[in-house]
């Protein structure tokens, strides 16, 4: 029996068996990446954060933001983003292509 749940940083499909339990995380394309990464923060209006913003120069961002974004990208995409490679990239683009190539 395959579900699907619906969450507000992604989409989890899980194949149910006795065990182990397999997880598959879906493939995000840019806009809903962009979306998830808009998510994290708290004050900023969604519609600020676009795949060209330079996220480091936003008001709200701060290394609690950078957390939630590495915690977004592992829970939503099952990969693993250093704060050194979050801290390189320069835009939200950047950080997608990044965790895509991985």
């Given at each position: 029996?395959q579900?699907?749940?619906w969450f507000?940083r992604g989409?989890?499909?899980?194949?149910?068996?006795?065990?182990?339990?397999?997880?598959?995380l879906?493939?995000?394309?840019?806009?809903?990446?962009?979306?998830?990464?808009a998510?994290?923060?708290?004050?900023?209006?969604?519609?600020?954060i676009?795949?060209?913003?330079q996220?480091?120069e936003?008001e709200?961002?701060?290394?609690?933001?950078?957390?939630?974004?590495i915690?977004?990208?592992?829970?939503?995409?099952?990969k693993?983003?250093?704060?050194?490679?979050?801290?390189?990239?320069v835009?939200?683009?950047?950080?997608?292509?990044?965790?895509?190539?991985?």
């Open positions: 029996m579900r699907t749940w507000s989409n989890v499909t899980t194949t149910h068996h006795a065990e182990p339990q397999h997880i598959y879906r493939t995000m394309n840019l806009e809903e990446f962009v979306q998830g990464f998510e994290q923060f708290d004050d900023t209006d969604p519609e600020e676009q795949a060209g913003t996220f480091h936003l709200e961002w701060s290394s609690l933001i950078g957390m939630a974004v915690a977004f990208v592992k829970t939503s995409m099952g693993k983003l250093e704060g050194g490679e979050l801290k390189a990239c835009t939200v683009e950047d950080v997608y292509n990044l965790v895509k190539g991985k």
